[in-house]
Nanobody, 117 residues
């Protein structure tokens, strides 16, 4: 079992920006991580893919966040980031990171992002 630690959620006004990060807990001994992704789950909705990045850096985004969100990764730190700009209330959700480690997917605990004035 691999524990992922997320950080960076919070409250932001519409039009604002927020960054999230995700990494294996410092106690994990991991040589490398495969694909990484951010998902989100709004109230009473299913969890949905937001952005995905392969081990070699190829990215893919949900249509709703294209041009506003940017996913990146630092392979040396096994850390993933997402920069979220031009946020609107529809982006309000719990954001979860997902990483493939040793061919198995693991989830972070989730971090709340609330966009409200």
């Amino acid at each position: 079992q691999v524990q992922l630690v997320e950080s960076g959620g919070g409250l932001v006004q519409p039009g604002g920006s927020l960054s999230l990060s995700c990494a294996p807990h410092e106690s994990e001994s991991i040589f490398s991580v495969g694909a990484m992704a951010w998902y989100r789950q709004a109230l009473e909705q299913q969890r949905a893919l937001v952005a995905h990045i392969t081990a070699v850096g190829t990215t893919n985004y949900a249509d709703s966040v294209k041009g506003r969100f940017t996913i990146t990764r630092d392979n040396g730190k096994n850390t993933m980031y997402v920069e979220m700009n031009s946020l609107n209330p529809e982006d309000t959700a719990v954001y979860y990171c997902n990483m493939v480690v040793r061919l198995q997917g693991y989830w972070g605990q989730g971090t709340q992002v609330t966009v409200s004035s």
